[in-house]
């Protein structure tokens, strides 16, 4: 069936060191894309987003990659700091309906 | 402008009850979203709410139910609570215009169910 996923449950990295977190979804229609943080006690926040006619575009310290060929999602974090520590969910949006990974967390050690 | 707001922020019921949970949208969205995330199942969508008209629907059971107001502010009902249905209910809102899609999530109301 048709389900977005992600590659790992959780990923550690050292402050200062970029982070990927990474995402398969399986549906080729999916024709726009986002990435939410969420941090322990609060709902999702809104990261950045990309169509599907494009396949990179980039925010503040973030870039989101997507490759519609082999239908893979990642999401890059550069210089990782300690409030990035969360957990990160990719979803895949068909009109509005909206569908999301399990998530990644993401801890930043210090 | 103000975020998304959820009222209760916390509950606690028993099975068998009712709860009526409430979502405000930022200004000037028009649709409203209802999603249950537990550690199990994640972020399971529950239904949207565009102009006062349910427009999309998960897969639960009749016992979760929803309204929007012509304010654009949104409730979501569960009878008969079950313990299973405790969980972080999250509400987001959009435009509506689907070449907008973003939601923006509220901070969630966190049941418990005993």
């Known amino acids: 069936g048709e389900s977005v996923g992600l590659h790992l449950p959780t990923l550690s990295v050292q402050e200062g060191d970029n982070s990927i977190i990474n995402c398969a979804y399986s549906?080729?229609?999916?024709?726009?894309f986002i990435w939410y943080k969420q941090e322990s006690g609060k709902g999702p926040q809104f990261i950045i987003d990309?169509?599907?006619?494009?396949d990179k575009r980039q925010g503040q310290r973030v870039t989101v990659l997507l490759n519609k060929t082999v239908k893979h999602l990642s999401l890059q974090i550069a210089a990782t700091q300690p409030g990035d520590s969360a957990v990160y969910f990719c979803?895949?949006?068909?009109?509005?309906?909206?569908?999301f990974g399990a998530g990644t967390r993401l801890t930043v050690k210090p | 402008k103000a975020g998304v707001t959820q009222t209760p922020r916390y509950l606690i019921k028993t099975r068998g009850q009712q709860v009526t949970l409430s979502c405000s949208p930022i200004?000037?969205?028009?649709?409203v979203s209802w999603y249950q995330q537990t550690p199990g199942q994640g972020l399971q969508f529950l239904f949207e709410?565009?102009?006062?008209?349910?427009?999309n629907k998960g897969n639960f059971p009749g016992r979760f139910s929803g309204r929007q107001f012509s304010n654009s502010r949104s409730e979501m009902n569960v009878s008969t609570l079950e313990l299973g249905d405790s969980a972080l209910y999250l509400c987001?809102?959009?435009?509506?215009?689907?070449?907008?899609?973003?939601?923006?999530f509220g901070p969630g109301t966190r049941l418990l169910v005993l």
């Open positions: 987001a809102s959009s435009t509506g215009d689907r070449a907008q899609e973003t939601q923006y």
């Open positions: 549906n080729s229609a999916s024709d726009y």
């Open positions: 990309i169509r599907s006619n494009m």
């Open positions: 979803a895949e949006t068909r009109y509005n309906d909206m569908r």
């Open positions: 200004s000037g969205h028009r649709s």
């Open positions: 709410y565009f102009s006062e008209t349910q427009r």
